[in-house]
């Protein structure tokens, strides 16, 4: 238990750095590390619930983050990539990303397809995962426009 208390603590200390890092405005710095602290969480249940699935260990994480960014820019009347790219750096494969390249420089062609394939599902998951959410609340954002144009133009007509 004490490995995710460990991952936790850093997911949040490492995401108060790279907010520090983007330049996020001060009182914005609770909200980032908390999502980064709230995603990790997520993965790490993610990872043992389906047993190292890592494209969909990824994927459900961002997908969460980029709901929590959309609905905090809307809120905080902000860009969302400032509360998405703290949320999602913890998800990032950077090691996965070195140990394949480093495979690939030795010569290494078996280790450097296993972890490649490995680092590709995470990077996926995570590409994926931001594209259906993003389209997801933006396909609803219209809808709801729409729905407020009509009411708009039904109202106009009983006046």
């Known amino acids: 238990m004490s490995d995710y208390v460990v991952s936790l603590l850093s997911a949040f200390v490492g995401t108060i750095g790279f907010s520090i890092f983007f330049n996020i405005k ?16 997520v993965y790490l249940f ?32 902000a ?19 070195y140990y394949t390249m480093s495979h690939l420089v030795s010569g ?10 490995q680092t590709m599902q995470s990077a996926l998951g995570i590409a994926v995962g931001i594209l259906l959410a993003t389209a997801f609340f933006y396909q609803a954002a219209h809808m709801i426009q729409i729905i407020r144009q009509r009411k708009d133009k039904q109202k106009e007509k009983k006046a």
């Open 108 to 117: 290494d062609r078996e280790q450097f397809r296993e972890v490649g394939i």
């Open 26 to 41: 001060k009182e914005r710095l609770l909200y980032a590390a908390v999502s980064g602290t709230v995603i990790c969480g």
């Open 79 to 97: 860009p969302s990539i400032i509360f998405l790219l703290p949320a999602i750096i913890v998800l990032i494969p950077g090691g996965s990303f």
């Open 46 to 77: 993610c990872v043992k619930w389906l047993k190292g699935d890592l494209f969909l260990s990824n994927l459900i994480p961002s997908v969460l983050a980029t709901i929590y960014a959309e609905i905090s820019a809307r809120i905080k009347k």
